[in-house]
């Protein structure tokens, strides 16, 4: 498929697809209720309003790490260093707490930001640039970036009293039902969704992802667009580097470890195919959602916590499976409405 | 490909790897050796000086081990005129703890104080090192006796399970009910030992109104134990208590139920340090929660292994040595000091403490 | 503007436009990766050099078997995975396979299996089946290994958990243990290494001097003209899957003996250690280029580098920056590097064009 052909023509074929991502995020969305609903059965306090507050934020900062990956995974690239990136933000917002008790929160959410956007020029500025491929780069920064987060925090721990009771209320505060950091979530989420399908750059992350060559072709900026998903993914680690610390008051050198497997297991486990051209944030957000889930839910379905990591597994293979299946359905269709073309 | 790269790009990559390799260069901190203090103590006179004490914690970046090594073994080896170094991987692995193992062993390390992250894995390596004349000392987490001189014990895990189980029977009362407890690894020595002795404990007719219903795992990580707190509460409706026996867990579960519906409801007790603990206990969150001094630990640690460096003591039974401020112990059975009862902190006494 | 996921064993990232001349990019590729391989071994030979002249105790025999000790593991698993990576495929379950058949090595123990060789027998049997699991999901239902072997790496290390709990196993006989670190008579290398080095060269060999390895790189650089060429692709897959599967098992029973210890968490993050290893290596992500000479070079570099910075005073936290910067480098440096050629190559006008 050409780049013109992921733009303009090829309609049809959009539309089908589109009902197929469709039926692949309704999909996460019944297996998560199917999983709520079990749960609700055998122990009605899952559902109350104290256990939606805990299964939403402990989905909220997956979710963010989520979004920002399936962007730049729709673009056939990944960002392993996401974790690492959370580790640094969370760390540097509570020193700055530290340094600084009166500091506005927004100073400190901008600054989280900022740092995280900083990580992210490193990483695309070395793909875009090198053209080097993106797994390795980022599985390099993921050791430089933790290292230096170890370095400069040493054996130090920020404790929920050296930050203002103003944002730890951020972090376990609630408006209208629902927790104040989710919000974020959502904001993000919207905001990268109508990004992606709405703004004719935002299409053409798909069509890199699609393929490179015939992006490149097409005339399309595939160095300045990959460059730009990398700032946003390192922008939004930082943001959940700062949503972290709200939410958890204790930050040391290891926060956020190892977080890069759980988020794209996410991303996959919401559908969005791991060299690129298709997904949606809502899918990955969905899988975030599913995720956390399970690890709340299989405690209180009395599963041994020694088969959550399997379940997490199974869950992935069945995941990419349900996606291959999708594919090759999709395909079959369309070569039959497409005639002998 | 390459030819349609333009010179700025070239230019900026290569500004990129230089940034990125100027930022690995200058991370490196310089080797933690000291030199000698005057000794404050007047019982370490009999310990040789220039003595290389090495303490090997779990892992480096870990708040418990800054404490006992660096705010304590330092001190202490400072006092007997040694020198102090402090190393260790960065994740909390038996494998990579062997690797610095062998190393503290090739650097003519006198004497190793390390809490052991697996009881068999560090064994052959602190063998090798022995044979090549260290003296090894484990403080926290022990090995297998055989393959150490010492250990040193923050506190029996009799004393322990005993005042854990007492603390949270007082929090919730004589009524008694459903309690959980929240661990640190699954693998983690101490921390099973200190279960199974809770199990004996609660299984006493004293105890027998508290019902132990669950035991997860919160991997000493601050957000799995968050979760795993959070879990516990929504699995067991009826649950009156949780002890922690890890510094991480207890903070973690804490700080979710002060945060929930269920402050004051659910007690809480475990193993925490003060600066963690303070605005749970000034809140109401929890009522008491215990632990030894990690400066202490360490502090007689680096005593324990000068001792055996300077053949005052060689870990056999009924041995005495002098540690400095801490005073006279005794080698009881195995080749273990034991450090004295956890300490129980509560509103009225935690501001005294500041670690 | 959805496309569907790649055909079986289809490209991946960013790969160069097919239809290229791929004998003139393999012949400049060979330049280019025998200079790395070059730049790799004198990258050793300084850091030995140097670290024996500057580092006190690396020039003793002990801290050789040090790090051979260490090396052997990752050295173990690099070697198929260097035939994985250069099809275009990658593995990242290993560590979590050698944790599984850790486990089970010790829950059999356990059981009263006291007989070494079945031990062995089953812990490779077990290890090349979780290998073809990935294998039937990478070649039969044509998933992107990437995403299935992230599955398989938190399944398999869930299953570890699920046989040893939080439990250890470590009451081996002292012969085992001993044995399986036990020098070479003369000198202090364990015997190991060269059970490592046969294994070395059998995968050189099927790689560099057969049919077969030609057509590694052929489905590296390009899966469809592969098949056509008569090469089963599927097939080779399957089976470079199976026998990553089964080294990582042999990295696992070594890893058990030598640790005397099985535990569930055996291994845990080794997928990265060895992926940076076999990249640094000089091996392409996108597959089709990269030598084992290099790969080999890059664990040995590794792990000496590590060691004699250890023994430098140098914290934890620097050598995991200095890692993460080697893998940035040996990825940016060779494109940095052909840059400036073209550049320079432009600039004389005489000097033929690279043809495109």
């Known amino acids: 498929m050409t780049a013109a052909g992921v733009l303009g023509g090829a309609k049809e074929g959009g539309r089908l697809a589109h009902r197929v991502l469709l039926v692949r995020e309704l999909g996460i969305a019944v297996a998560l209720a199917l999983l709520v609903g079990v749960t609700v059965l055998v122990n009605p306090r899952f559902l109350t309003a104290q256990g939606i507050k805990d299964l939403l934020l402990g989905a909220t900062i997956l979710a963010v790490l989520a979004v920002g990956q399936s962007i730049v995974v729709i673009t056939r690239n990944v960002d392993l260093s996401v974790g690492s990136v959370l580790g640094l933000s969370a760390f540097a917002t509570g020193s700055l707490f530290v340094a600084n008790p009166g500091l506005p929160i927004p100073v400190a959410l901008a600054a989280g930001v900022l740092l995280g956007a900083a990580c992210g020029v490193v990483n695309g500025g070395l793909i875009a640039a090198a053209r080097v491929p993106a797994l390795v780069v980022t599985l390099g920064t993921l050791y430089v970036f933790r290292g230096l987060d170890h370095t400069w925090a040493g054996g130090r721990q920020i404790n929920a009293a050296d930050m203002p009771p103003g944002f730890l209320r951020m972090g376990s505060g609630t408006l209208l039902g629902v927790p104040v950091l989710t919000l974020f979530a959502v904001v993000v989420l919207v905001a990268a969704g109508y990004y992606l399908r709405g703004y004719r750059s935002g299409r053409e992350l798909y069509a890199i992802g699609s393929s490179p060559a015939a992006a490149r072709l097409a005339g399309i900026p595939v160095g300045r667009r990959v460059f730009a998903a990398f700032v946003a993914s390192g922008a939004l680690a930082g943001l959940a580097g700062v949503l972290y610390a709200a939410r958890f008051g204790t930050l040391d050198a290891n926060a956020g470890n190892g977080f890069e497997l759980n988020v794209v297991a996410a991303v996959v486990v919401g559908g969005v195919a791991i060299f690129g051209g298709s997904g949606s944030v809502y899918g990955a957000a969905l899988g975030a959602v599913l995720l956390t889930t399970i690890s709340s839910a299989l405690p209180v379905l009395g599963v041994s916590p020694f088969w959550q990591r399997a379940a997490v597994g199974a869950l992935i293979l069945a995941a990419i499976g349900l996606d291959r299946a999708l594919a090759v359905r999709l395909a079959k269709t369309l070569r039959g409405r497409n005639g002998h073309g | ?355 | 503007m959805a496309e569907p996921t790649p055909a079986p064993g289809g490209g991946r990232a960013g790969r160069a436009p097919a239809g290229r001349g791929t004998a003139g990019r393999t012949a400049r590729w060979r330049g280019v990766a025998g200079s790395w391989d070059a730049a790799l071994l004198v990258a050793l030979a300084l850091v030995v050099v140097a670290g024996a002249l500057a580092v006190e105790g690396v020039a003793s025999p002990r801290f050789w078997r040090f790090v051979t000790l260490e090396v052997i593991p990752i050295a173990l698993i690099a070697l198929p995975m260097t035939l994985v990576i250069i099809t275009g495929e990658i593995d990242l379950s290993v560590a979590s396979i050698l944790g599984l058949t850790c486990t089970v090595m010790g829950q059999l123990w356990l059981w009263g299996i006291s007989s070494l060789p079945v031990l062995i027998a089953v812990a490779l049997l077990l290890g090349a089946l979780l290998g073809a699991v990935n294998g039937v999901f990478v070649t039969a239902f044509g998933l992107p290994s990437l995403a299935v072997t992230i599955g398989t790496l938190a399944l398999y290390r869930g299953l570890a958990y699920v046989v040893l709990g939080d439990r250890a196993v470590a009451d081996y006989p002292p012969g085992w243990t001993t044995g399986a670190i036990a020098a070479i008579p003369g000198l202090t290398i364990p015997w190991m290494i060269i059970v490592v080095a046969v294994l070395a060269v059998v995968f050189g060999l099927l790689l560099h001097a057969t049919p077969i390895g030609r057509g590694l790189y052929a489905m590296g650089n390009n899966a469809e003209a592969a098949r056509f060429t008569g090469i089963h692709v599927a097939r080779a897959k399957f089976w470079l899957f199976v026998a990553t599967g089964a080294m990582s098992a042999l990295a696992g029973v070594f890893w058990t003996l030598r640790y005397a210890s099985a535990r569930a968490d055996n291994g845990n993050g080794l997928e990265l250690a060895v992926v940076a290893a076999v990249l640094l290596g000089g091996v392409s992500i996108f597959g089709g280029r990269g030598r084992l000479v290099g790969v080999i070079a890059a664990v040995v570099l590794l792990g000496i580098l590590r060691n004699v910075l250890q023994l430098a005073y140098v914290p934890a936290n620097t050598l995991t920056i200095i890692t993460g910067s080697l893998l940035i480098v040996s990825v940016v440096g060779p494109n940095v590097a052909a840059m400036l050629r073209d550049r320079l190559r432009r600039r004389r006008p005489a000097a033929p064009l690279p043809q495109e």
Request: glycine letters at 12%; a negative charge.
């Open chain 2, 1 to 355: 490909m390459s030819a349609r790269i333009r010179g700025g790009r070239a230019v900026a990559l290569a500004l990129l790897t230089a940034l990125t390799l100027a930022a690995a260069g200058c991370a490196g901190e310089e080797p933690a050796t000291t030199a000698g203090q005057p000794a404050a103590g007047g019982g370490a006179k009999t310990i040789k000086e220039g003595l290389k004490i090495a303490f090997l914690p779990k892992q480096v970046n870990n708040p418990y081990f800054d404490a006992s090594d660096n705010k304590g073994g330092k001190v202490a080896v400072e006092e007997v005129k040694g020198v102090y170094s402090q190393t260790g991987p960065s994740e909390a692995s038996p494998s990579a703890q062997v690797s610095y193992i062998n190393t503290l062993s090739q650097q003519g390390a006198d004497v190793i104080v390390v809490s052991a992250n697996d009881k068999d894995a560090i064994c052959g390596a602190l063998q090798e090192a022995r044979t090549a004349g260290a003296k090894v000392v484990t403080y926290d987490s022990d090995t297998n006796p055989s393959c150490r001189d010492v250990f040193i014990n923050q506190a029996s895990a009799e004393g322990i399970a005993a005042s854990q189980v007492k603390l949270i029977s007082e929090a919730v009362g004589p009524d008694g009910g459903e309690i959980a407890i929240l661990s640190a690894t699954a693998n983690a020595t101490n921390q099973n030992a200190w279960i199974a002795m809770m199990k004996t404990e609660l299984a006493k007719p004293e105890h027998g109104r508290l019902k132990l219903v669950a035991t997860v795992y919160g991997d000493d990580d601050d957000q799995k134990s968050f979760q795993e707190a959070q879990g516990l509460l929504a699995k067991h409706p009826n649950l009156k208590g949780i002890i922690s026996p890890t510094t991480v867990g207890v903070a973690a579960a804490a700080r979710y139920l002060s945060g929930s519906e269920y402050k004051g409801k659910v007690q809480l007790t475990g193993l925490g340090t003060p600066n963690q603990m303070r605005a749970y206990v000034k809140d109401g969150t929890v009522k008491s929660f215990a632990l030894w001094n990690p400066s202490d630990l360490g502090y007689l640690a680096a005593y324990a292994g000068g001792a055996l460096a300077s053949g005052l003591i060689t870990g056999k039974e009924g041995e005495k040595f002098t540690a400095g401020r801490l005073g006279e112990y005794t080698v009881g059975k195995d080749g273990v000091v034991l450090l004295g009862d956890p300490f129980v902190f509560t509103k009225d006494n935690i501001d005294e403490f500041d670690f």
